[in-house]
């Protein structure tokens, strides 16, 4: 098997003048390394204190943390107030009326409170009713008298 042969180009040191040590040619690539050696330490501690920086911060202020508000669950009215202007129209009208007229003596009820069937909400003065009474009572009188009279 034959032997591998260099062709690499060899350097020749210059000849010396006026007895003067040859100069080599100066490589950049060891300056470049012992700039890189001298300064790893310094390099590596900066970035580690950037990364201990970050992760603190965003330990510290990364994502909201979620709070829940809770309560025990009970049964009660649900109230709400809400503030409008315009004009509010019913989905049913009822009449309200009495058998009789008159004034009114009183009124047992507010505006916009609740009522429930059979109850007293407003009371009618009876002096008109009375007087209306007393004047059926007395044609009735003098009905039944005409009517026995035609009949004797």
Known sequence: MPEPTDI???VKPEAPVDNQP???QA???PKRRSFWRRHSVWLIAVLLL???ALFGYHWAFGKAK???T???VTRGDVESTVVAAGIV???KYVDVGAQTSGKLKSLKVERGDPVKAD???AEIDPALADTALTADTASLESMTAEHALKQA
Do not use: M, R
């Open 22 to 24: 040859a100069k080599v």
């Open 66 to 68: 979620i709070h829940y």
């Open 8 to 10: 690499s180009p060899v």
């Open 119 to 121: 109850q007293l909400i």
């Open 70 to 72: 809770t309560a025990a």
């Open 50 to 52: 950037l990364g201990i």
């Open 89 to 91: 129209q019913p989905i």
């Open 27 to 29: 490589d950049s690539q």
